[in-house]
């Protein structure tokens, strides 16, 4: 499909009611190109009054829906991981139209993010509960799993379609009805997503999307409206905190999934080569535009240098161009502020006396494009050593023995994903269980997968999505007490 034609077929209002709505307000804000800053298309732009109207849909469906039988919200959600696959150029282009991200990545997205789809559709039919007798054999005790009910998720541009599969996916399978509220930035793809999966049958209603610029009042509404039970949010630790505050009014279930300061481990004993391969995907891939990336690449002293050699080979060679473009290995930032707070933490170090060793600009011309970036000598008090980079820059301290790698690792405030690289197995083991993280890679580069519980600890969030674990954030526990069998 040509751009024109998929644009077309991208819905530019409100999903409401299993269809594309204008908003009340007649309100529309417009979709950027992040490689051009050229206006792609607008979106309706919802308000509060929409809001409450998505949730006036959500609630009258709640119950039919978690009534329909497991095999039949499994053969949905399957049928919907289908049609996604089938039309996967589509999503990827769509998405590096966007997002910005290069089409390669983007089409590891769709497969990424429509494996939730099946994975939960494999996961519907398998919610159990269990029975015991009561010890003192009064009775039995059954336990049930129910839906939770009307569900809110709040997804952030980086990943527009898979951090909308990973809640929608578990949400439908456990019979919950589901608001997303899609980063502004990035409306297109969740609203192409809502169209597909009305057209392999999910019945009106089940599924909403909101674009809106006005974030903060359409969410407060929602949740401060009892009706909704849930709320799913990926994005920064400030406004996950906020709606973690707000979520108490109504004491709703959430599910947080917020920033990370990873730590990326190599030692003298790691094998180099797996160790630059492994940071050139935790650090570059998707722009390091990823809550998982390598923010702080801790090396032992007796490889920094090699390691460091090497990483700045590979990334002064990655060619800086649209996502489109063939010949392009990274894609522009997502917009301007973004690459202004990437560029002020690498002035700052700079400027503190880090030593840039390849990159550390931002691109002149069209676009928000900024020169993917390796830079060591960070002083101890560097911002960028504390805070979520969330671009293309390698920053590279240097450390002396295991308990100092440590001690480097777990000083941050979040506790996401952590890497490290050796070949002594031993060590590897104790550093699985010392890192602070909720998930850790192990001479891996990429940890994420469906089928595993992603999540973090500290403040990088509460709850896990994807693998067995992820349907339980939308299941509430009942106990119902029978008389002796
Ligand atoms: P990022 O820094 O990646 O943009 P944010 O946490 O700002 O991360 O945004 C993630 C998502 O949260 C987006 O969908 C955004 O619109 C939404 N969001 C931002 N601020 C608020 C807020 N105060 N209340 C509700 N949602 C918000």
Do not use: C, H
């Given at each position: 499909m040509n751009v024109t034609d998929l644009l077309n077929s991208v819905p530019t209002g409100l999903w409401l009611h299993g269809a594309s709505a204008p908003s009340e307000s007649g309100r529309t804000f417009d979709v950027i190109n992040p490689a051009t800053g050229e206006t792609l298309m607008p979106v309706a732009n919802a308000t509060p009054a929409d809001a409450t109207a998505a949730l006036d849909a959500a609630s009258a469906v709640a119950e039919e829906w978690?009534?329909?039988?497991?095999?039949?919200?499994?053969?949905?959600?399957?049928?919907?991981?289908?049609?996604?696959?089938?039309?996967?150029?589509?999503?990827?282009?769509?998405?590096?139209?966007?997002?910005?991200?290069?089409?390669?990545?983007?089409?590891?997205?769709?497969?990424?993010?429509?494996?939730?789809?099946?994975?939960?559709?494999?996961?519907?039919?398998?919610?159990?509960?269990?029975?015991?007798?009561?010890?003192?054999?009064?009775?039995?005790?059954?336990?049930?799993?129910e839906p939770v009910g009307p569900c809110l998720a709040i997804t952030p541009w980086n990943f527009p379609l898979a951090m909308g599969t990973r809640k929608i996916g578990p949400a439908l399978a456990a019979g919950c009805t589901m608001i997303v509220k899609p980063a502004?930035?990035?409306?297109?793809?969740?609203?192409?997503?809502?169209?597909?999966?009305?057209?392999v049958g999910?019945?009106?209603?089940?599924?909403?999307?909101?674009?809106?610029?006005?974030?903060?009042?359409?969410?407060?509404?929602?949740?401060?409206?009892?009706?909704?039970?849930?709320?799913?949010?990926?994005?920064?630790?400030?406004?996950?905190?906020?709606?973690?505050?707000?979520?108490?009014?109504?004491?709703?279930?959430?599910?947080?999934?917020?920033?990370?300061?990873?730590?990326?481990?190599?030692?003298?004993?790691?094998?180099?080569?797996?160790?630059?391969?492994?940071a050139m995907l935790a650090k570059m891939r998707n722009g390091g535009e990823a809550c998982t990336a390598a923010n702080r690449i801790l090396v032992q002293n007796g490889v920094r240098e090699a390691f460091t050699a090497r990483l700045t080979e590979r990334v002064a060679a990655m060619r800086v161009g649209p996502g489109w473009e063939a010949?392009?290995?990274?894609?522009?930032?997502?917009?301007?502020?973004?690459?202004?707070?990437?560029a002020a933490l690498v002035d700052e170090a700079v400027a503190a006396g880090a030593t840039v060793r390849t990159g550390g600009s931002q691109v002149d011309g069209a676009g928000f494009f900024y020169e993917p970036t390796v830079i060591d000598g960070l002083p101890d008090g560097a911002r960028i050593r504390r805070e979520e980079i969330f671009g293309p820059v390698a920053a590279i301290v240097g450390f002396d023995t295991e308990e100092e790698a440590v001690a480097l690792a777990n000083d941050t405030e979040y506790g996401l994903a952590a890497y490290f690289f050796t070949e002594n197995v031993g060590r590897a083991q104790r550093l699985a269980r010392r890192l602070q993280a909720g998930m850790v890679g192990v001479n891996r580069g990429v940890i994420s997968d469906p089928a595993a519980p992603?999540?973090?600890?500290?403040?990088?969030?509460?709850?896990?999505?994807?693998?067995s674990e992820g349907i339980e954030e939308y299941l509430n526990t009942k106990y119902i007490a029978l008389p002796p069998g």
């Open positions: 978690a009534a329909t039988a497991p095999r039949v919200r499994a053969e949905i959600l399957r049928a919907a991981f289908d049609a996604v696959t089938a039309r996967a150029d589509d999503f990827a282009l769509l998405m590096t139209l966007e997002m910005g991200k290069i089409l390669p990545e983007s089409r590891g997205e769709v497969a990424y993010g429509a494996e939730f789809l099946r994975w939960f559709s494999e996961e519907a039919v398998r919610i159990g509960g269990r029975t015991a007798t009561a010890p003192a054999g009064t009775g039995e005790i059954a336990v049930v799993k502004e930035d990035t409306p297109l793809t969740m609203l192409l997503l809502a169209r597909v999966f009305a057209d999910l019945p009106p209603g089940v599924l909403s999307v909101l674009p809106t610029l006005d974030a903060p009042t359409v969410v407060g509404r929602l949740m401060d409206d009892a009706r909704l039970r849930k709320v799913s949010f990926t994005g920064s630790t400030g406004v996950g905190k906020i709606l973690l505050a707000r979520a108490a009014n109504n004491v709703l279930r959430t599910s947080m999934e917020l920033g990370g300061s990873a730590p990326f481990l190599v030692f003298d004993d790691a094998d180099l080569d797996k160790a630059v391969d492994g010949e392009s290995a990274i894609g522009p930032i997502i917009n301007a502020r973004q690459r202004g707070s990437i992603f999540g973090g600890i500290k403040q990088s969030g509460l709850g896990s999505e994807g693998g």
